[in-house]
């Protein structure tokens, strides 16, 4: 494997918006529940961020089984970073799911403890009332555990990453054809090409070909691609379910890969979008807590009005779009930054001392 890239990995105002973006997006899918699978959008912009963000810092710092040098104890140092980002407000967020009290978490307990909830969706081919969301946090730290092995396998080679991409399609494919392709995308395999896109991505940074593929007009035509897509297949059934369970991962890598590519190159057209205006860059900064609480929040506010409300109708209109978003938008915006003040930051300014050294 090659040393690492001596490119620091400097803030992105770009990418902090399209967090922003991408939280919000999950947010109203949960919430106002669309025919329109939106929040997918969400998913596929996170996961790319992720494969882009995370191999940029493994190959940095030379955080890889085999890297020249102590890599070890750069490895321990990556794990022990990624664990004081993620942990303290997930677990904090799963304490407060406890006293609502949401029955899954009660009864299962070890399977949110430990990044298993992707595995007990799967398993329970269901969901759990203010949880489901939470199956993207265990597919992330699955990833976190294994993506220094799978680089160091791949190297900072085009081709491999690229096989690995293909490898996230074809592992649906062959899963879907042993066991059906219901809730497939749960399993860390099947996101591989949204990861893996991510990490090309980052190996391509100031390649010309690369640069070539950076267009406004190629992220639109594949965004595009995918809502039709979305559209023809998404509520089907038989093999229009079929087809849909198959492509639209694969699909949505593509399109974000295509708009992550575009805006790292062209900042100025995140400016345009408005992304970097500061209240979005707000959200950005704080989108974990958006992330974390947005699901228990509706069910809590679900309860209270089942609690006060005693009339149907009434509880009809008060768990409609517009009290739910003019009420429950400012107290997870109040909540967000809670977790952010008092969790996230502190825990940001320790991981901040635990550096990377002997760096090959």
């Known amino acids: 494997?090659?040393?690492?890239?001596?490119?620091?990995?400097?803030?992105?105002?770009?990418?902090?918006?399209l967090r922003a973006v991408a939280v919000g997006v999950?947010?109203?899918?949960?919430?106002?529940?669309?025919?329109?699978?939106?929040?997918?959008?969400?998913?596929?912009?996170?996961?790319?961020?992720?494969?882009?963000?995370?191999?940029?810092?493994?190959?940095?710092?030379?955080?890889?089984?085999g890297a020249p040098g102590a890599w070890r104890?750069?490895?321990?140092?990556?794990?022990?970073?990624?664990?004081?980002?993620?942990l303290?407000?997930?677990y904090l967020a799963l304490a407060g799911c406890a006293l609502l009290p949401l029955a899954a978490l009660r009864q299962h307990p070890a399977w949110f403890l430990l990044p298993g909830a992707n595995l007990f969706f799967y398993h329970l081919h269901g969901w759990a009332d203010g949880l489901g969301h939470y199956w993207t946090l265990a597919v992330d730290e699955q990833f976190y555990l294994l993506w220094p092995v799978v680089l160091a396998l791949t190297g900072r080679r085009l081709g491999p990453l690229l096989a690995l991409a293909a490898a996230g399609w074809l592992f649906r494919v062959a899963?879907?054809?042993?066991?059906?392709?219901?809730?497939?995308?749960?399993?860390?395999?099947?996101?591989f090409d949204l990861l893996s896109l991510g990490a090309v991505l980052r190996l391509?940074?100031?390649?010309?070909?690369?640069?070539r593929l950076s267009r406004g007009r190629y992220a639109a035509l594949a965004w595009a691609a995918w809502v039709g897509l979305a559209l023809a297949f998404s509520n089907g059934t038989g093999r229009n379910a079929i087809a849909w369970e198959l492509s639209y991962v694969s699909g949505g890598a593509v399109a974000a890969f295509l708009t992550l590519a575009w805006l790292l190159k062209a900042p100025a057209a995140a400016q345009q979008l408005g992304l970097a205006h500061p209240a979005v860059q707000w959200v950005g900064q704080r989108s974990y807590g958006f992330y974390l609480y947005h699901l228990p929040?509706?069910?809590?506010?679900?309860?209270?009005?089942?609690?006060?409300v005693p009339d149907a109708a009434g509880r009809q209109l008060w768990l409609s779009p517009v009290?739910?978003?003019?009420?429950?938008?400012?107290?997870?915006?109040?909540?967000?930054?809670?977790?952010?003040?008092?969790?996230?930051?502190?825990f940001e300014r320790l991981k901040g001392r635990f550096g990377y050294s002997g760096r090959g």
């Open 88 to 90: 303290p407000p997930y």
């Open 26 to 65: 999950v947010v109203l899918h949960h919430w106002l529940r669309p025919a329109f699978p939106l929040g997918e959008v969400g998913r596929s912009l996170f996961f790319v961020m992720s494969g882009y963000l995370v191999s940029g810092i493994i190959w940095k710092y030379g955080a890889w089984p």
């Open 73 to 86: 104890a750069r490895l321990g140092t990556f794990y022990l970073r990624r664990v004081l980002r993620i």
């Open 297 to 308: 929040l509706l069910v809590a506010w679900q309860r209270l009005v089942y609690h006060l």
């Open 175 to 191: 899963w879907a054809a042993a066991y059906g392709p219901a809730m497939v995308h749960l399993l860390l395999p099947a996101s």
């Open 323 to 346: 009290p739910v978003l003019l009420v429950l938008g400012p107290l997870l915006a109040l909540g967000a930054a809670a977790s952010w003040h008092f969790v996230e930051a502190p």
């Open 204 to 211: 391509g940074h100031h390649k010309p070909w690369l640069a």
């Open 1 to 17: 494997m090659q040393a690492a890239p001596s490119s620091p990995l400097t803030y992105r105002p770009e990418l902090s918006g």
